[in-house]
């Protein structure tokens, strides 16, 4: 039985991993500390007034999470111990000493603060982060986002890395691919890898004795991405929409060829 400590979100994608991950056998989740979406980019860019094309566009993100997860969290019943917390509190003292005594085996994190605490040293080598985007392709915001802007289908997906002081520069574990249909569009193509990438999560920390064998991917990609959230623009949607319209046919027809130029980290489990 892996005893296991997770910090997260809010949002109904949190929650989804949340009780996924309590509802495997073989998985005890000690505690879930679910961080609020205050000063989030919805939360800023909902500012700007709701007919943005921005607004537009995260708003149809959360119509498609709705699709995809909540059926789910409103049937799934657990026991689970959550802990509601403010932004930028998992850093706090008082936290970090009652995660610390707890002593989970593993500590999961997925779409919480930066982790600049103890933590990091005293579950060095066990704590991992579910990093949506693939590293060290795409680094930074919106790493699912960038590759469809880019016309990089091949560089949607997730990265499971050790987490260290730096952001998304920890040491790859495991990485798995969006799986990617005619007629997707940016939240399909999103939620749909969120929901790929919690089973994933399930298998990982069932078979984390296996981690120390696998080997890292560092360097590998000549021309590595980083966005910030200021990068996010009108103009982006715009593109990322076109090319999701256009390309998707070509990037599915040469998909096996494409996808060898970006060679993953992958642990068989």
């Known amino acids: 039985m892996k005893k296991i400590v997770l910090l997260t979100g809010n949002e109904l994608r949190h929650n989804y991993l949340i009780k996924y ?6 998985i005890n989740v000690l505690a879930a500390f679910s961080e609020s979406s205050s000063g989030n980019i919805v939360e800023l860019v909902n500012k700007e007034g709701k007919n943005s094309l921005r607004a537009e566009h995260l708003n149809a993100r959360s119509e498609t999470e709705k699709d995809f997860f909540q059926l789910y969290c409103e049937e799934q019943k657990n026991s689970i111990n959550i802990i509601d917390i403010h932004r930028g509190e998992i850093n706090n003292s008082d936290h970090v000493e009652y995660i610390v005594k707890l ?3 593993l500590i999961v994190s997925y779409g919480c603060s930066i982790i600049k605490s103890d933590l990091l040293n005293v579950f060095k080598g066990r704590f991992v982060n579910i990093h949506l985007g693939l590293s060290p392709y795409y ?14 289908l091949s560089l949607v997906g997730t990265t499971f890395m050790h987490i260290d002081e730096g952001i998304d520069t920890g040491d790859v574990i495991h990485q798995i691919r969006a799986k990617i249909y005619p007629f997707d569009n940016i939240h399909s193509i ?17 078979n984390f004795d296996k981690v120390d064998s696998s080997k890292t991917l560092k360097g590998m990609y000549s021309e590595e991405k ?13 593109l ?10 070509d990037y599915l027809a040469n998909k096996a060829s494409i996808d060898q130029n970006f060679p993953l980290t992958v642990l068989d489990f």
Do not use: M
């Not at 999103?190 to 069932?206: E, H, M, P, T, Y």
């Not at 990322?240 to 046919?249: E, F, S, T, V």
């Open 139 to 152: 680094r930074g915001a919106g790493t699912n986002f960038w590759p469809i802007v880019n016309n990089e």
């Open 240 to 249: 990322a929409n076109h090319n999701l319209d256009q390309k998707i046919k």
């Open 21 to 26: 991950i309590a509802s495997q056998p073989g």
């Open 103 to 105: 002593n989970p085996d």
């Open 190 to 206: 999103g939620n749909r890898l969120i929901r790929d990438s919690v089973k994933a999560c399930s298998g990982l920390i069932k």
């Open 226 to 238: 980083v966005y910030k959230k200021n990068d996010f623009s009108e103009e982006s949607i715009k």
